[in-house]
């Protein structure tokens, strides 16, 4: 086999897995840690994987790394089709962050049977904790949204701590400083999660940008 062909199979592969998934070539490229230019270069047959990354790919999709590389009929492809379980992570984030908030129910019935002291305040000081909890999952997982969305939290939620458990010595004024914070946030962010909202809510522009790589294919 030429290795224009083994190109061509990959790529075929490679976009015919990620369509059937509904994913963008951003959304794919977030998972694998490279950028849709990488992951458009790919499936234009421009490119091969190195053997690390198409591992990383048959794993992500339930198919063996000799699936990427061999060409299949279309009920080939039907039988292989195995979708990606994003309810088990959405699941899995929910317990985790289900458990911090358990552990601050419990702290705080244990303080109140103890002290006969209600202090709410430790549902506050639980958010940053749910925040870190999230932004680890994210991280795990590669979803930038996810990211952006769990460190404002901690942000904010830092801020509003510090202004409980400062008492009368903080004023309102601290919550200024979650403005330039949430800005640098959403610069480091911003452009990213604007692209990929774009490409997951506009399917024109999708099916447009397939056409395209589809005619580069065959130039």
């Given at each position: 086999?030429?290795?224009?062909?083994?190109?061509?199979?990959?790529?075929?592969?490679?976009?015919y897995?990620r369509t059937?998934?509904h994913?963008?070539?951003?959304?794919?490229g977030?998972?694998?840690?490279?950028?849709?230019?990488?992951?458009?270069?790919?499936e234009?047959?421009?490119?091969?994987?190195?053997?690390?990354?198409?591992?990383?790919?048959?794993?992500?999709?339930?198919?063996t790394?000799?699936?990427?590389?061999?060409?299949?009929?279309?009920?080939?492809?039907?039988?292989?089709?195995?979708?990606?379980?994003?309810?088990g992570?959405?699941?899995?984030?929910?317990?985790?962050?289900?458990?911090?908030?358990?552990?601050?129910?419990?702290?705080?019935?244990?303080i109140?049977?103890?002290?006969?002291?209600?202090?709410?305040?430790?549902?506050?000081?639980?958010?940053?904790?749910?925040?870190?909890?999230?932004?680890?999952?994210?991280g795990?997982?590669?979803?930038?949204?996810?990211?952006?969305?769990?460190?404002?939290?901690?942000?904010?939620?830092?801020?509003l701590t510090?202004?409980?458990?400062?008492?009368?010595?903080?004023?309102?004024?601290?919550?200024?400083?979650?403005?330039?914070?949430?800005?640098?946030?959403?610069?480091?962010?911003?452009?990213?999660?604007?692209?990929?909202?774009?490409?997951?809510?506009?399917?024109?522009?999708i099916?447009?940008?397939?056409?395209i790589?589809?005619?580069?294919?065959?130039?």
């Amino acid at each position: 086999m030429e290795e224009k062909d083994l190109k061509e199979i990959i790529a075929q592969n490679i976009f015919y897995l990620r369509t059937i998934n509904h994913m963008t070539q951003y959304e794919l490229g977030e998972q694998l840690n490279y950028s849709d230019k990488a992951i458009s270069k790919w499936e234009r047959a421009d490119g091969i994987p190195d053997a690390y990354v198409l591992k990383n790919i048959a794993q992500l999709f339930g198919v063996t790394v000799d699936y990427l590389l061999t060409e299949h009929s279309e009920q080939d492809k039907k039988i292989e089709k195995k979708p990606i379980n994003t309810r088990g992570r959405a699941l899995v984030l929910n317990v985790a962050m289900l458990s911090v908030v358990t552990i601050a129910v419990f702290l705080f019935v244990i303080i109140a049977l103890a002290t006969e002291k209600y202090i709410w305040q430790i549902f506050i000081y639980a958010l940053p904790v749910i925040a870190i909890v999230g932004i680890v999952f994210s991280g795990i997982w590669r979803r930038t949204f996810g990211l952006f969305l769990f460190i404002s939290l901690l942000v904010w939620s830092i801020i509003l701590t510090i202004y409980f458990a400062m008492g009368s010595y903080v004023t309102w004024l601290i919550f200024l400083l979650g403005i330039p914070a949430q800005v640098i946030v959403f610069l480091s962010f911003g452009i990213k999660i604007n692209i990929k909202m774009n490409q997951k809510n506009n399917p024109i522009l999708i099916t447009a940008m397939e056409k395209i790589q589809k005619k580069s294919k065959k130039k």
